[in-house]
Every structure is written in structure tokens, then in C-alpha cells.
DNA sequence: ACACTTACTTACTAGTTGGTAAGTATTGCC
DNA sequence: GGCAATACTTACCAACTAGTAAGTAAGTGT
């Protein structure tokens, strides 16, 4: 009974592998700053094993945003996020990007980015683009269900609160990064202040 | 009398060029995504001149901030900008934001370096830090006047609102890159709704 | 007129980039 | 046992990267 042609938590394949680091490298130097070389030294593999699974860079920087994407969907959709109400919802956002924080201050994949956009493969911008426009979807109708029951509050539209709270929280992480963890907490702050009575 | 000696806004020299089209380059490209060749050929020089005017691309991007750096400082000293009141003092920050969209929807400077920030010269890492808390403290003092004469209204301290604002407003040039300029207006018209009375 | 400085070009280098082709060891399948 | 698929390694490659050294042409200063 061979064990390794099943996956486990701990035993994660060369595939997986290799996404797992190129995501760590994207988020904490950016894209066009992390090679295969650097990916292969790492992994202990050589640089055509990675070709062998992602072809170009532009299969494996695609992948990562697919990855990510399909994240989102499996993590609004799970029990423990759907049962909760709209401010624990809130918080279960935030914990995300607070969790980056703690991980030495990774920004968040749309953060990663989007300064590099335009050298980006045609595929990753639109994954990008889907990927952001689905989450910003899930925090309005969160936010818009929020100030029917008074848990925040907020003027002007649900969408654009939502639009507007994702791009302070990518912006903030981005902040932290620059200098460190405290401006990330202030502005986490404000938000708070501003939107819970 | 040699009129190539003193410097007029039609006539810049090759430094000015250099430096002028790098600055485009990294706003719309990223900071590791344009190279000396790219530079050179349009500026129909040969890549050893770029090395002659900036020895290491660290020069080049460290004097990048500077300038910048050096425009903020003047630009708030300006006439037209410290003799105006507080709202009217934000709407000159928005223009240069919306300046920056209106340009081929080029990111700020700090949007551009924050996701590759660990891959610069600590001398580009330092400046950009100052330039960043310089253009708070600037923008904390105007809200916080603004705030004494009803001109805005908002809960916290003006540091972490100026904080907030910012940083949104760097998010949102970045938001422009990925999508198009709808988001940016619909971030910029929440922040005015909920800042002016 | 001569030396010096400025602003380049030409020619080169070593290292890195993404990528390919061919070979190899291990595995499951009939 | 033979076969094919899987997951690699070895050995390349052309293009590009930042950077250097030496040469040169045109002013500038005295």
C-alpha cells in the first residue's frame, strides 16, 4: 500500500511544493523578483523539475492567482464563515489579512500585483481582476446585510464601502511592509471606529 | 553665449531625461521590471551613459525618491498650496492622485515600490519611508485644521485618519491599474462623503 | 596652446533569466 | 516481463542583466 500516491497535511507533493514557495516569494519580494533558480535552490530540485510542472512562469504565476481564487470561493462558502453574522464575518475578513501581517508582514496577493500589473501574462490579469471583483462582491452584501441589522454603520453604497475597505486593507498591509506593523493597527482602528456604533 | 548651459522646461539634459523617463518606467512598470537597456533605447543613448550619470541602479532609484522627496517638500511650501484652507488643501492632494490616474493610470511612487520594497538599496528603503511619514504628518495637520473649522468631519485622531487616507488613496491608484478608473472615483467619492459635511 | 573636465561610445564581462532536449530511475498496468 | 507514464536530472542555449574599462570628441579655464 504505497502512501505517498495519496496526499496528506504534511506530505505535500513537488507540485504543491513548488506553489507553496513561489506564493511566500510573490508576496514577500514580488513578482518579477523571484527566479526558478531561486525557487529550485530552495526546494532542493533543479530548475527544470519546475518547468516540468509549470512550463513558462506565466503557467506558475497563473496558477498562484487560480490557487487563490479558488480559495476564496471554498473559504466564503465554508460553514463557519456562512453562519456567522455579518460583524463576525467582518472579523473573519480581517483575521486574513491579519494573519499576513503576522507572517512577516506579507502584503496580499493583490497587493503583490498590482504594481506589476502590465508585465503580468494576459491570463494573471484576468484571474486578478475575478479574484478581486468576487471578493469585493462578498464584502458588500456582508456590509449591506451588516447596516439592515445596525451592525455597522456606514453612508453611501455597500459596494462602494466594499471597494473601499478592501483597497485600505491591501494598502495597509503594503504600509506595514514599508515601515511596520503599528500603521497597519491604526488604520485596522479607524476602520472600526468608523464602521461598528 | 551658450544656451545649452542653463536648463529650460523644453531642454532637459540627459540626467533630467534619464531620470524623467525611469520615473515613468517604474510607475507603470515596477521597479524590477525596466533595465539600463530599456532606459538607453528610448532615450537613444547607449546603456554606459545611464552608468555614467547613475553608476548602480541603486543610484538611479535611491535619486528617484529623492527627487520625489524634495517635489513633496516643495510642493507643500508652495504659495498656492499653504495659502489655501484646509478642504481646499485636500482637493490639491486628490488632483495630484487624480493626475497620476489621468496619466495612464500610473500608480504613486509608494504604491509602486511597497510590494517589492524588500528588493531595493536600504538608501531607497529609508527615503521612501521619510517621504511617506513627511506626506502623513503634512496631511494630519490639514485635517486636523479642517476638523477646528468644520471644514471636515471625523471620529479619531487626525494622525490615523491621515494614515487611512493615504493609504487608500495609494490602494486606489492600484485598483485603476487592475480594473479601470470606476474604482478609483467611486473611493474617492466615498471618502469625500464621509469627510465633508 | 595646452591641460582638464564633461559627456558620452565601443567593447567587453560575469552572472542570471526563462526555457529546451535528451536521458534516466521509478512506478503502476496488462 | 515488457510498456508506458511520471517525475525528475544533466546538459545545454540565447537573451538579458548590471556593471567596467578604455577610448574619444567637444567644450572650458588659464
Redesign the pocket.
Given at each position: 500500500m504505497?502512501s505517498a500516491?495519496f496526499q496528506t497535511a504534511l506530505a505535500p507533493?513537488?507540485?504543491t511544493r513548488i506553489l507553496d514557495l513561489a506564493e511566500v516569494l510573490l508576496l514577500e519580494r514580488g513578482y518579477n523578483a523571484f527566479?526558478?533558480?531561486?525557487l529550485a535552490r530552495e526546494l532542493g530540485?533543479?530548475?527544470?523539475?519546475i518547468?516540468?510542472h509549470y512550463?513558462?512562469?506565466?503557467d506558475l504565476g497563473t496558477a498562484l492567482v487560480t490557487r487563490q481564487l479558488r480559495r476564496l470561493r471554498k473559504w466564503r462558502g465554508l460553514p463557519r464563515v456562512t453562519g456567522l453574522g455579518p460583524a463576525q464575518q467582518l472579523d473573519a475578513l480581517l483575521a486574513v489579512y491579519e494573519n499576513h501581517l503576522g507572517h512577516d508582514r506579507r502584503v496580499c496577493l493583490f497587493g503583490a500585483l498590482a504594481a506589476d500589473f502590465r508585465t503580468l501574462p494576459e491570463a494573471m490579469q484576468a484571474e486578478l481582476r475575478v479574484f478581486n471583483h468576487e471578493l469585493t462582491e462578498w464584502l458588500a452584501e456582508v456590509l449591506s446585510a451588516g447596516r439592515a441589522t445596525d451592525a455597522f454603520r456606514f453612508v453611501g453604497s455597500p459596494a462602494a464601502k466594499a471597494l473601499q475597505l478592501l483597497t485600505t486593507l491591501a494598502g495597509a498591509l503594503q504600509v506595514a511592509r514599508v515601515h511596520d506593523e503599528t500603521p497597519f493597527q491604526v488604520i485596522v482602528g479607524q476602520l472600526r471606529l468608523e464602521l461598528l456604533p
Open positions: 504505497p500516491t507533493d513537488t507540485r527566479s526558478y533558480h531561486h530540485i533543479k530548475p527544470a523539475a518547468h516540468y512550463p513558462s512562469k506565466d
